[in-house]
């Protein structure tokens, strides 16, 4: 089966700077890849995914990249913010019938103000 | 935008009760999931659903059941409810295999 590893497990960062995390996959068949954000308190959130048919992906301060070569996937942020603080869980899939997302253990960013 | 509700955000159940866990998603998804997150293991698949009636194990059912009826709702279902079942449990829905989730707030059960 698959097999998605986040690392390290944290990650500080100043206010400002930027921040890349970045995913490990296992399945060559993995062909989607989204990133979760999880407040404290909350759920997870999906922010940006994206599908093996592109290599980037933005979304105003954020983006992913990935490299379906070496089998990796990262997530950046530019410009960070004290709210950007939080658990980031990269995941990964593939298309067929009962699929399922695989995830990372998540990443805890600390933005420094 | 799609919501998924969990009826309860904090609950404090004692060893040996059946615990039922609800979760209600407004938007036709197919698929249904139940995780469980503790600290330094992540998320972690106990039982999830493509469709009505239908419920597959996923890596942790040991001690859980799941009720699916209807296609909108998915219980989570703790048989005899144990100390180490304390958790944050959290549900989740989706469109389609190969589609990202939306997932609840989260349910914090602690088992006294």
């Known amino acids: ?113 | 935008d799609v919501k998924v509700t969990q009826s309860s955000r904090y609950l404090v159940k004692r060893t040996g009760e059946k615990v039922f866990l609800e979760c209600v998603q407004d938007m036709d998804h197919e698929n249904m999931f139940w995780y469980r997150q503790d600290p330094g293991l992540g998320l972690r698949l106990i039982y999830f659903s493509y469709d009505v009636k239908m419920k597959e194990k996923g890596d942790i059912p040991e001690g859980y059941s799941v009720s699916r009826e209807k296609k909108e709702r998915f219980s989570l279902i703790l048989e005899s409810a144990s100390t180490n079942q304390t958790s944050m449990y959290l549900c989740a829905s989706s469109l389609g295999t190969g589609d990202g989730y939306t997932f609840g707030s989260g349910t914090r059960l602690t088992v006294v």
Do not use: M
């Open chain 1, 1 to 113: 089966g698959e097999n998605v590893e986040q690392h390290p497990s944290t990650l500080s960062v100043q206010e400002g700077d930027s921040a890349v995390i970045k995913c490990t996959y296992s399945d060559s068949a993995s062909n989607y890849f989204p990133w979760y954000k999880q407040e404290l308190g909350k759920g997870p959130q999906l922010i940006i995914d994206i599908r093996s048919n592109v290599g980037e992906k933005k979304d105003q301060r954020i983006a992913v990249t990935l490299n379906k070569t070496a089998k990796h996937f990262s997530l950046h942020i530019t410009e960070t913010q004290p709210e950007d603080s939080a658990v980031y869980f990269c995941a990964a899939s593939r298309n067929g019938a009962n699929s399922k997302l695989t995830f990372g253990k998540g990443i805890t960013l600390s933005v420094r103000p």
